[in-house]
């Protein structure tokens, strides 16, 4: 995944990423938008075929786009480690439903 940064202010960070869609944009921009540090989260991408997706945060001014940027990868990335524990353990108990 190659990242490449568009424009950075204080409170805005516009950056493209190279092959991805709207799963993780879309992602990102739920997580973004969950954050009362932040003004505006968007992403666009302008063709499906043959374009990398733009990503724009703009915050409050109380916080760096950047350190939101990151806090919202972590977040992604804990409740990716909860699903996986939450679908592990219902798989064990479904399959001890199937052996009883």
Known sequence: MQ???LKKT???LRIEIEGEGHTL???LEKVLLEDESIDMAAYNIPHPLISNPAIY??????RS???ALKDAADKILKIEKNFRASFEKALENWEKEQKS
Do not use: A, F, H, Q
Not at 57 to 62: D, E
């Open 57 to 62: 945060i703009r915050t409050k001014g109380r």
């Open 25 to 27: 944009c879309n992602l």
């Open 3 to 5: 990242i490449k940064v």
């Open 10 to 12: 204080s409170n805005e």
């Open 65 to 67: 786009p950047e350190t």
